[in-house]
């Protein structure tokens, strides 16, 4: 999954004008992540996940979603967070990225924002490398700061392997 | 019908009916050159064709129309109303023929001389003939004679001019051609009593049951005064691949949710859904096998060309062989078709070729002048077996050990133990030829191996029966389709799995008070099954799974799933086994496609997800890296290469000669370039400074100077803190590949020759230079070692020729008396004839007895049990190192680390 094969994606889309964009927001800790709404699937709860054996510790497992194998990816492992406890409620946004569904598993999903380009700002440098490798920037909400979580970069396991 | 005939009749019948359009078109446009040039592909086509399938009459209609065609495309012709008549006219008449061809599956005899006179003439460029000599055909048989407009003709018009033929003179035609063309006591002069007023002459001309079809067709065309239309046009449609895999994914569907409906209906007894759901199953099932019917073919599609093999091949050889065919109409799946259709045709070569006796020998040991080949399809248990089988000379089982011992597939002592079963396996291999002779055929040693792996990528199993002097017999298993598999549930640690039914062979109930104990050899399990010791995998370490409290098998019991891969059978350990389902296999995420354990996964019917088991990833991952016969592991093309692993090999002249030379990267601590002007001379011989230190030079060609000044580039080896450096002309390339040292022992800076990237290239013997360079080299640094290692008997054991080269020379430099042997039952016959080592080097990964087992068999050996081994491998995983200390390895030495195993060596046998 080279950088130049992925399709168009948050990062080549949001340096437009000021129109607004719609995103999912979701939690994972106290952070404020979204995702653009047009990537969006589903929005999951609870679900029984097949573990995959020998898989990336990212790779939660696969799930049935209306016949459709969906491979979940533990959004927390992604970002270098330990998972949550087996037990906690975790909520799932569903994706589309090259043909194939991925399931991510957040803390919790919120509402859809509709957000503007002069709220976005790129990363200060200052952030964690972590976090910028698998987002685009930042807006600036009224109350908080939402990180744009950019799908490929999130499923490009291999960079995070090497990460 | 020939299904071959029947493509033709359906592709014709619809160009016919294109070219119909664009001739009229033509007329009305006769300068679109497009136009002609499409007309005058798809008579060109239909020549071609004609051709191919050997109908001369059609053929040669075909060519005439062509040829006009030809002349208005280049312009020496031009386009006219009579001449388009013309052309029309001949299609017409191909299309009659065509339809007797339908009728008959045999061209009518007769010519078309006047017609091709009349189209060849309009070629030489006279103006079309006038229509009036149409009727004058008389002269010449007809058998697909005009008929009168009544009654209304039949199938078999030709010409197309109703009216022109008197009925007396159809008549005598009629008579003239049944008597003089056919022989068959059918063909009577008589029109047969059937229902059409007029029937085809071919149906006289046929016999019986032909007839009566002809006779069924005529009569309902005859209602219809236009030329019919092909009835096998009309009975089938061309559709798009593509749709029907969509179709046959979409069904695939339907049975998994139908499924899932059938296990929730069966825990909920009595439910209202019970009988609307028996009758949902049924017709899925009826669906789904419609759909798969659709993608069906019958195999003898892929026999087709096998005659005319058969028989070129016979005739090449001076053999006589027929050839028979039965089963042709066993259906498979389109897909499954293509890909046997080449196995297929080079293992019936091969039983020509190899298999059938010439008649001369066939008469002296007693049998028919004529050899058989048999091939005989099948359905059986949702499997087509497919059997091809001569009564030839069979195989020989003393010729192909000779064989197999002459390449370095076995030693001779092992080849000893191996069965006949065992020593027929050999021919999958590759590189291996039973031929004494190379023909054009056959004996080009691509072969076998290649069959079997097609044949095992599509999930199938090839057998092997012989009888010297009897002939042999290969069956081929193969499922009937790839899209829908039928799996076996197994669980392991509180995980499901499903394990394609194909590869199962049985199921073992292991528990520690029953016959079927697992025993352990150091650690590692196995099973004792008939006789035989069976090789067992556990999912839980293979897979790293965790076992979550409670979850322990409730009584020591568990289940093995025995599996065979290629000839390689193993067993998988598992906790539960439940049912068998049908699957359809769904590709795993692109991020989890690296896992070689798993081939896929699917939905179960419960819903849940599932992933399936690959067991060729599993017998490469435990070991069995090549997948055939434990006794007899494969060392793919050479025994000689490394291993299957490549090398990575610095490539560079040098030198006297232009030969490119070689040395295994690994060894080259650095390359640099040096200004020759800078080497330094000490007693006469090159020096430079490098890196504070004075490195000694050696030339590649000892004989010659080197230069006062430039640059050349230099290999340096380097040892501690001392290096040397061999000055080269040349850096050419670094390349990954497999070494094949044929050795040449008479020159000692050498290792060998070698092909590598396609050209002969010398191999160095780094050994050598650095010799030269230090005599002390391998020594210095261990002076105190050398006094422990002087004289110490040590066994080199590699299957590799190129390895126990580069280590015997080394090592003895290094102060040991070095035995080096080929494979691990060789090191154990000298276990037994008495010999004695301070410690033995293994390699990990060789045909037969390999490392791990070699360990094994020396730990239980009193003899030698106490005597050191290093394993020396290339597979350094972690699980390997815990195997290799659990076997009883005293350490583990990666493969070309010299030092490491200097120092490794020294501290062993100073221990």
């Known amino acids: 999954m080279s950088k130049n094969t992925l399709p168009a994606t948050t990062k080549s889309r949001l340096p437009a004008k000021t129109e607004g964009r719609q995103f999912v927001s979701i939690t994972i800790g106290k952070q404020t992540f979204g995702i653009p709404v047009l990537l969006v699937h589903d929005v999951l709860g609870p679900q029984r996940i097949t573990r995959i054996p020998l898989a990336p510790k990212e790779v939660a497992g696969s799930l049935n979603l209306r016949g459709r194998i969906v491979t979940a990816i533990q959004v927390r492992r992604r970002l270098g967070l330990d998972a949550l406890p087996a037990d906690a409620a975790t909520m799932s946004v569903v994706v589309e990225h090259q043909g194939e569904l991925y399931s991510l598993i957040v803390d919790g999903v919120g509402e859809v924002l509709m957000l503007y380009d002069h709220d976005f700002e790129n990363h200060p440098p200052t952030m964690s490398p972590r976090i910028r490798e698998v987002s685009s920037g930042i807006y600036r909400l009224k109350e908080a700061l939402l990180v744009v979580l950019d799908v490929p970069s999130l499923l490009d396991l291999v960079r995070a392997e090497a990460a | ?911």
């Open chain 2, 1 to 911: 019908m020939d299904e071959l005939l029947s493509e033709f009749l359906t592709e014709t019948t619809e160009n016919l009916s294109q070219l119909d359009v664009e001739i009229v078109h033509l007329e009305q446009n006769p300068n679109d050159q497009a136009l002609l040039s499409n007309i005058f592909r798809l008579v060109h086509t239909i020549k071609g064709t004609c051709g191919f399938l050997g109908l001369p009459r059609l053929e040669s209609v075909a060519h005439a129309s062509e040829n006009v065609l030809g002349k208005i495309r280049d312009g020496e012709l031009v386009v006219t109303p009579t001449g388009i008549s013309l052309i029309l006219e001949s299609l017409d008449c191909i299309k009659g023929l065509l339809a007797t061809l339908e009728a008959t599956e045999a061209e009518p005899e007769g010519s078309d001389g006047d017609l091709i006179a009349r189209l060849n003439a309009l070629a030489e460029g006279a103006e079309g003939a006038d229509p009036a000599e149409a009727v004058s055909f008389g002269s010449e048989p007809e058998p697909e004679p005009e008929i009168d407009d009544t009654p209304p003709p039949g199938s078999e018009v030709i010409g197309t001019r109703p009216g022109e033929v008197p009925l007396d003179e159809l008549d005598r035609i009629f008579n003239e051609t049944s008597v003089d063309d056919f022989d068959t006591p059918e063909a009577a002069p008589t029109p047969p009593a059937a229902p059409a007023p007029a029937p085809a002459p071919a149906v006289q001309s046929t016999p019986a049951a032909a007839a009566s079809k002809a006779v069924a067709v005529a009569s309902e065309a005859s209602d219809d005064s236009a030329p019919r239309e092909s009835q096998v046009a009309n009975q089938t449609i061309r559709v798009n691949v593509d749709q029907l895999e969509n179709l046959m994914t979409m069904v695939s569907e339907l049975v998994l949710t139908r499924n899932q409906l059938l296990q929730i209906a069966r825990r909920e007894k009595d439910s209202e859904f019970t009988v609307p759901l028996q009758r949902l199953s049924q017709v899925t099932s009826e669906l789904q096998e419609g759909v798969m019917k659709t993608r069906m073919q019958p195999i003898g599609n892929a026999w087709s060309k096998l005659p005319r093999i058969v028989r070129d091949l016979a005739h090449e050889l001076g053999k006589k062989i027929d050839l028979v065919m039965l089963g042709a109409d066993t259906e498979l799946d389109r897909q499954v078709l293509e890909l046997i259709k080449d196995p297929l045709t080079h293992m019936v070569r091969n039983s020509a070729d190899h298999g059938v006796e010439t008649p001369d020998v066939r008469m002296a040991v007693g049998k028919s002048e004529h050899g058989k080949i048999t091939l005989n399809a099948y359905h059986e248990g949702g499997h087509i077996l497919i059997e091809i089988s001569d009564d030839g000379r069979g195989l020989d089982p003393a010729k192909i050990k000779a064989k197999a011992i002459a390449n370095g597939l076995v030693s001779e002592l092992e080849a000893e133990a191996l069965t006949e079963q065992q020593i027929h396996h050999f021919i999958f291999r590759a590189g291996f030829s039973t031929a004494a002779a190379v023909t054009s055929v056959s004996g080009r040693g691509v072969g076998m191996d290649v069959v079997r792996t097609n044949i095992e990528k599509i999930g199938g199993t090839i057998e092997l029966q012989s009888k010297l002097g009897r002939g042999s017999r290969f069956i081929i298993k193969i499922p009937l389709t790839l899209a829908i598999v039928s799996a076996l549930i197994v669980e392991a640690c509180g995980e499901r799995f499903a394990i394609p039914q194909l590869s199962v062979i049985e199921l073992v109930r292991a528990s520690a008070d029953s016959e079927h104990r697992i025993e352990e050899v150091q650690g590692t399990p196995v099973l004792r099954l008939r006789n035989r010791l069976l090789p067992l995998v556990s999912l839980e370490r293979l897979l790293n799974l965790e076992r979550t409290q409670g979850d322990e098998p409730a009584s020591k019991q568990t289940f093995i799933v025995v599996a065979q891969v290629g000839t390689y059978t193993f067993g998988i350990l598992v906790d539960r086994v439940f049912d068998t389902e049908e699957i359809v296999v769904k590709p795993v995420a692109p991020i989890l496609r690296h896992i070689a354990m798993f081939s896929g996964n699917t939905i179960l019917g419960d819903g849940s997800v599932i992933m399936i088991l690959d067991p060729n990833g599993i017998a490469q991952a435990t070991g069995e890296l090549s997948v055939t016969d434990p006794n007899a592991a494969d060392e793919a093309a050479d025994h000689r290469s490394i291993g299957m692993s490549t090398v990575s090999l610095l490539v560079f002249r040098g030198g006297s000669d232009a030969t490119p030379k070689a040395v295994p990267l690994s060894l080259v601590a650095r390359l640099e370039e040096i200004d020759l002007s800078l080497v330094e001379y000490s007693e006469g011989r090159p020096l430079i400074q490098y890196r504070g230190q004075l490195m000694p030079l050696i030339p590649m060609d000892s004989r010659a100077e080197l230069k006062r000044e430039g640059r050349q580039p230099v290999l340096v080896f380097t040892d501690d803190s001392r290096s040397m450096g061999l000055v080269v002309d040349e850096i050419v390339d670094i390349v990954e590949d497999r070494i094949n040292v044929e050795v040449r022992p008479d020159s000692p800076a050498l290792m060998g020759s070698a092909v590598i990237a396609g050209k002969a290239t010398d191999v160095i013997d780094a050994g050598y230079y650095l010799t030269q360079a230090f005599g002390d080299w391998f020594d210095h640094n261990n002076e105190e070692t050398l006094s422990v290692t002087r004289g110490r008997r040590l066994l080199v054991v590699d299957d590799s020729a190129f390895f126990r080269n580069l280590l015997t020379p080394l090592l003895s430099v290094a102060g040991y008396e070095v035995t080096a042997v080929a494979g691990g039952e060789q090191a154990m016959a000298l276990c037994e004839s008495g010999d004695t080592f301070d410690v033995i080097i293994s390699d990990i990964e060789m045909p037969g007895m390999d490392g791990f087992q070699l360990a094994e068999a020396v730990r239980s050996d009193s003899r030698w049990a106490d005597v050191p081994i290093v394993a020396l491998s290339s597979r350094t995983t972690a699980e390997d190192l815990e195997r290799g200390r659990q076997v009883g390895f005293t350490d583990y030495v990666a493969k070309l680390d010299r030092d490491a195993l200097l120092e490794t060596l020294a501290q062993t046998v100073g221990a």
